[in-house]
């Protein structure tokens, strides 16, 4: 395969052969397998494949071939006290009845190394990897030292979409006329650290999700089958719960992402209010992060997209070459702390950016220096 061809790997099923790509989410009711990258700030991937196989093992030779930032070299859009300030306002708009609860993100950023940087290639094809970062052998990385239940990647360098996830979130699962979504809210590194503000907050998005899901659901058909459950990732628990409705007739995949998007565990409640104050707020764009990323087979009918969580990409568009970024953020409400959530936030990133930077993380979760 020749370096940086366009590719996808989901669910233990690798995809080739770039056949269409297209902004329009109405194609992925058409036919063939399709790979999405919905970015937070509205611009829609949709690539589809016509060679998809499966692919059940990463492939050591891909991670090995991952060369990722110094673990100091990361930057942060938002600085500890940008982001306690931005809580405190969030508050101030809380009190005032503009909003209940918003997600506050930052977005981080790290110069990836070029050729010359890369003396321990064993051989001639690791240097000449190293020519050109490669989203797909950071994704062999995560896949050993992250695992997550919706981890996947995109890489589609012509159009600017080079995309690895390590999503724990569902965003929308579809079968059919049936959909799903699975809102994550509340985030500890044990059960025990999980509050009552976690467990308002779950409700408060879930209350969200059905009312998105309703606008494009059958009448009586959203359900909660699971509320405020708690699963365990590499170093953190979360609070999960199912959201589960019928596609209303006439209503396709266009149709569900225009009402669900973007996903009210990443915006806020009311979601047009917590629109407004993040776009506020946060100082540099979320790209695919919070966005959807995923796959949709249009032949059998079936799709699932993850919320972009957890997630990196490579910019190449960056004065002074290209950088590798990635997102965190929390959900604030009325009970916040803003030190507490601050703190969230590098409880999120810390395992990851370790990852990527190729930082030993012990089995317990915890980085060693």
Request: overall charge neutral; hydrophobic content about 40%.
């Given at each position: 395969?020749?370096?940086?061809?366009?590719?996808a790997?989901?669910?233990?099923?690798v995809?080739?052969?770039?056949?269409?790509?297209?902004?329009d989410?109405?194609?992925?009711d058409?036919s063939?397998w399709?790979?999405?990258v919905?970015?937070?700030?509205?611009?829609?991937v949709?690539?589809?494949f016509?060679?998809v196989?499966?692919?059940p093992?990463?492939s050591?030779r891909?991670a090995?071939?991952?060369?990722?930032?110094g673990?100091?070299?990361?930057t942060t859009s938002?600085?500890r006290a940008g982001?306690?300030?931005?809580?405190?306002?969030?508050?101030?708009h809380i009190?005032?009845?503009?909003?209940?609860q918003?997600?506050l993100?930052?977005?981080?950023?790290?110069p990836?190394?070029g050729?010359g940087?890369?003396p321990?290639?064993?051989?001639?094809?690791?240097?000449?990897?190293?020519?050109?970062a490669?989203i797909?052998a950071?994704?062999a990385?995560?896949?050993?030292?992250?695992?997550?239940?919706?981890?996947?990647?995109?890489?589609?360098?012509?159009?600017?979409?080079?995309?690895a996830?390590?999503?724990?979130e569902l965003?929308l699962?579809?079968?059919?006329?049936?959909?799903?979504s699975?809102?994550?809210?509340?985030?500890?590194?044990t059960a025990?650290d999980?509050t009552?503000?976690?467990?308002?907050?779950?409700?408060?998005?879930?209350?969200l999700?059905?009312n998105d899901?309703?606008?494009?659901c059958?009448?009586?058909?959203?359900?909660?089958?699971?509320l405020?459950?708690v699963?365990?990732?590499?170093?953190?628990v979360?609070?999960?719960?199912t959201?589960r409705?019928?596609?209303?007739p006439?209503?396709?995949?266009?149709?569900?992402i225009?009402?669900?998007?973007?996903?009210?565990?990443?915006?806020?409640?009311?979601?047009?209010?917590?629109?407004?104050l993040i776009d506020?707020?946060?100082t540099?764009?979320?790209?695919p992060?919070?966005?959807?990323?995923?796959?949709?087979?249009?032949?059998?009918?079936?799709g699932?997209?993850?919320v972009?969580?957890?997630?990196?990409w490579?910019?190449?568009?960056?004065?002074g070459?290209?950088?590798?970024?990635?997102?965190?953020?929390a959900g604030?409400?009325?009970?916040s702390d803003?030190?507490?959530?601050?703190?969230?936030?590098?409880?999120?990133a810390?395992?990851?950016?370790?990852?990527a930077?190729?930082?030993?993380?012990t089995?317990?979760?915890?980085?060693?220096?």
């Amino acid at each position: 395969m020749p370096r940086l061809a366009p590719l996808a790997r989901f669910g233990g099923l690798v995809a080739s052969d770039l056949r269409d790509v297209t902004g329009d989410p109405a194609a992925l009711d058409s036919s063939g397998w399709w790979a999405v990258v919905a970015g937070y700030e509205g611009r829609t991937v949709c690539a589809r494949f016509g060679d998809v196989r499966p692919d059940p093992h990463p492939s050591a030779r891909r991670a090995r071939r991952w060369r990722g930032p110094g673990a100091a070299s990361w930057t942060t859009s938002l600085d500890r006290a940008g982001y306690v300030a931005g809580v405190r306002r969030i508050r101030e708009h809380i009190a005032a009845g503009d909003v209940y609860q918003v997600n506050l993100c930052r977005v981080l950023t790290a110069p990836l190394p070029g050729p010359g940087d890369r003396p321990d290639a064993r051989d001639a094809a690791d240097a000449a990897d190293a020519a050109d970062a490669d989203i797909d052998a950071l994704s062999a990385v995560l896949a050993r030292g992250n695992p997550a239940p919706y981890a996947g990647v995109v890489r589609l360098p012509a159009h600017g979409v080079e995309v690895a996830t390590a999503s724990p979130e569902l965003y929308l699962r579809r079968h059919g006329r049936a959909v799903e979504s699975g809102p994550i809210k509340g985030t500890g590194r044990t059960a025990a650290d999980l509050t009552a503000k976690d467990r308002a907050e779950n409700v408060m998005i879930v209350d969200l999700v059905r009312n998105d899901l309703g606008r494009v659901c059958t009448t009586g058909s959203v359900t909660v089958p699971a509320l405020c459950a708690v699963e365990e990732h590499p170093g953190l628990v979360h609070l999960v719960s199912t959201v589960r409705g019928e596609l209303a007739p006439g209503a396709g995949w266009a149709e569900l992402i225009g009402a669900t998007f973007p996903a009210g565990s990443i915006t806020g409640a009311p979601k047009s209010s917590a629109l407004r104050l993040i776009d506020e707020l946060e100082t540099t764009p979320r790209g695919p992060y919070c966005g959807g990323v995923g796959w949709v087979d249009a032949d059998r009918g079936t799709g699932e997209l993850a919320v972009g969580i957890r997630t990196f990409w490579i910019d190449r568009t960056a004065a002074g070459g290209p950088v590798l970024r990635f997102g965190t953020g929390a959900g604030i409400t009325w009970g916040s702390d803003p030190e507490r959530e601050w703190r969230e936030t590098e409880l999120k990133a810390s395992r990851l950016l370790a990852v990527a930077s190729e930082v030993e993380v012990t089995s317990e979760g915890t980085v060693r220096p």
